[in-house]
């Protein structure tokens, strides 16, 4: 997989169809999904917040596919064992991955991958 670059690791913007802000929190390895190898790809979306917050799912889920597609397909590695998944997490807060925090606005999509192309998968 690609490291991000400085500028992403900076929490520099990453552009979606709604134009809200978005910047990469982190990626998780999953080892043992259900699916199998699963990438986690987590951006904070502060403007999917419940309070505030200007996109609402249809939205944001539009977001999700662009970022599997343009942001995350082309960082899963071309050697060495391929994820069967990745998903693709928006958070309107910082959030260690596996905490519980109701308060917390989330959005999950899963997608698999095909032919070089993210397919959504249903939870």
Do not use: K
């Not at 670059?5 to 043992?32: F, K, R």
């Not at 899963?76 to 109701?102: E, H, K, M, W, Y």
């Amino acid at each position: 997989m690609t490291d991000p670059t400085p500028a992403e690791a900076e929490g520099a913007l990453i552009a979606v169809p709604s134009g809200q802000p978005v910047t990469l929190m982190d990626v998780i390895w999953n080892e043992q999904g259900p699916e199998g190898l699963t990438l986690r790809f987590r951006f904070l979306a502060p403007e999917i917040a419940r309070e505030g917050g200007t996109i609402g799912y249809e939205l944001a889920a539009e977001d999700m596919m662009h970022l599997c597609q343009t942001y995350a397909l082309p960082r899963v590695p071309n050697t060495g064992p391929q994820p069967a998944q990745i998903v693709i997490s928006l958070s309107d807060r910082p959030l260690v991955f596996g905490a519980t925090a109701p308060e917390a606005t989330q959005f999950f999509e899963a997608y698999s991958l095909e032919n070089g192309t993210c397919i959504w998968e249903m939870f």
